[in-house]
T-cell receptor, first 110, second 115 residues
Framework: KNEVEQSPQNLTAQEGEFITINCSYSVGISALHWLQQHPGGGIVSLFM???GKKKHGRLIATINIQEKHSSLHITASHPRDSAVYIC????????????FGKGTSLLVTP | GAVVSQHPSRVICKSGTSVKIECRSLDFQATTMFWYRQFPKKSLMLMAT?????????EQGVEKDKFLINHASLTLSTLTVTSAHPEDSSFYIC???????????FGPGTRLLVL
């Protein structure tokens, strides 16, 4: 069983919809990361959080440390949001290397 | 945010040749760089952790003699795939972290195809 589980694996939404991607982890962490991977492979770090909630534009990330669960929300989704969203965790035990989930492939249609 | 470059972005080589991939932090000093690999339709996997001035730490199943990592300066780490074979074809991506900061900045990645 993977230490980082994401759901759903694939997601199709219509433009304007509110989107939620979930991530659960089973190991001790110092931080959880949400990443965005574009079709060419490039990766952008969206959020790094260890507690509570962070917001950047239309993106919101939350984490519940007790439940070992995080969610990434996209409000007013747009076709340009189409990408793979990856949850990853890091800890000092592993030198802060990232342990990745399998990713959620999001397609937002006009 | 901080910028990490990676070169080359794409390489095609014949089986048996060696390929060197460079990862540079352009505007900060990276005491730690990570090398990851992603096979098609698979998740990213850590290959090795590279610390400036010391030997890299490899993950289980990654051959250190095949994937040579050098981190000779605070802004440059190199990954050399020696005697590449078709099964080494993959997307290789590095990330860099500055001391005291947990955030990682990713390079754009290198797509390797071994014929």
């Amino acid at each position: 069983k993977n230490e980082v589980e994401q759901s759903p694996q694939n997601l199709t939404a219509q433009e304007g919809e509110f989107i939620t991607i979930n991530c659960s982890y089973s190991v001790g962490i110092s931080a959880l990361h949400w990443l965005q991977q574009h079709p060419g492979g490039g990766i952008v770090s969206l959020f790094m959080l260890s507690s509570g909630k962070k917001k950047h534009g239309r993106l919101i990330a939350t984490i519940n440390i007790q439940e070992k669960h995080s969610s990434l929300h996209i409000t007013a989704s747009h076709p340009r949001d189409s990408a793979v969203y990856i949850c990853a965790v890091s800890s000092s035990n592993s030198g802060y290397a990232l342990n990745f989930g399998k990713g959620t492939s999001l397609l937002v249609t006009p | 945010g901080a910028v990490v470059s990676q070169h080359p972005s794409r390489v095609i080589c014949k089986s048996g040749t060696s390929v060197k991939i460079e990862c540079r932090s352009l505007d900060f000093q990276a005491t730690t760089m990570f090398w990851y690999r992603q096979f098609p339709k698979k998740s990213l996997m850590l290959m090795a952790t590279s610390n400036e001035g010391s030997k890299a730490t490899y993950e289980q199943g990654v051959e250190k003699d095949k994937f040579l990592i050098n981190h000779a300066s605070l802004t440059l780490s190199t990954l050399t795939v020696t005697s590449a074979h078709p099964e080494d074809s993959s997307f290789y991506i590095c990330s860099a972290r500055s001391p005291g900061v947990e955030t990682q900045y990713f390079g754009p990645g290198t797509r390797l195809l071994v014929l």
